[in-house]
């Protein structure tokens, strides 16, 4: 066994980090990777060989697009999320700050 996984593992593990910030992609490889490795060896005490037990560990893995979508969903949902809280708070400030500025016309006062 070589000490790198192969190309189509590479490969998957590529695809299902490709909607995903670059740092969280790192991560995100690291650990399916051993996820990936560990299943591969399962496979291989089944008696599958190598070639057999990585492709047996990436069908188990489930399709690409689809993993892709759900990283995607867990690490960009939250960072959207805060950019529109971000932009609702800077727009409520800015509109906050703009209603002052602007001189208000004094109430009418009833004469009694």
């Given at each position: 066994m070589s000490g790198e996984p192969p190309r189509?593992?590479?490969a998957y593990l590529r695809r299902v980090t490709c909607l995903i910030p670059p740092r969280a992609?790192?991560?995100v490889r690291a650990e399916l990777l051993g996820h990936l490795h560990l299943d591969m060896l399962n496979a291989r005490l089944r008696g599958l060989d190598e070639a057999q037990a990585w492709a047996q560990a990436l069908r188990d893995a489930g399709p690409a697009p689809l993993t892709a979508l759900r990283f995607a969903r867990t690490y960009?949902?939250?960072l959207a999320l805060?950019?529109?809280l971000a932009a609702g708070l800077l727009g409520g400030a800015a509109y906050a700050l703009?209603?002052?500025?602007t001189p208000h016309a004094p109430a009418a006062?009833?004469?009694r």
């Amino acid at each position: 066994m070589s000490g790198e996984p192969p190309r189509a593992v590479r490969a998957y593990l590529r695809r299902v980090t490709c909607l995903i910030p670059p740092r969280a992609a790192w991560v995100v490889r690291a650990e399916l990777l051993g996820h990936l490795h560990l299943d591969m060896l399962n496979a291989r005490l089944r008696g599958l060989d190598e070639a057999q037990a990585w492709a047996q560990a990436l069908r188990d893995a489930g399709p690409a697009p689809l993993t892709a979508l759900r990283f995607a969903r867990t690490y960009t949902l939250g960072l959207a999320l805060r950019w529109l809280l971000a932009a609702g708070l800077l727009g409520g400030a800015a509109y906050a700050l703009g209603s002052h500025s602007t001189p208000h016309a004094p109430a009418a006062q009833v004469g009694r």
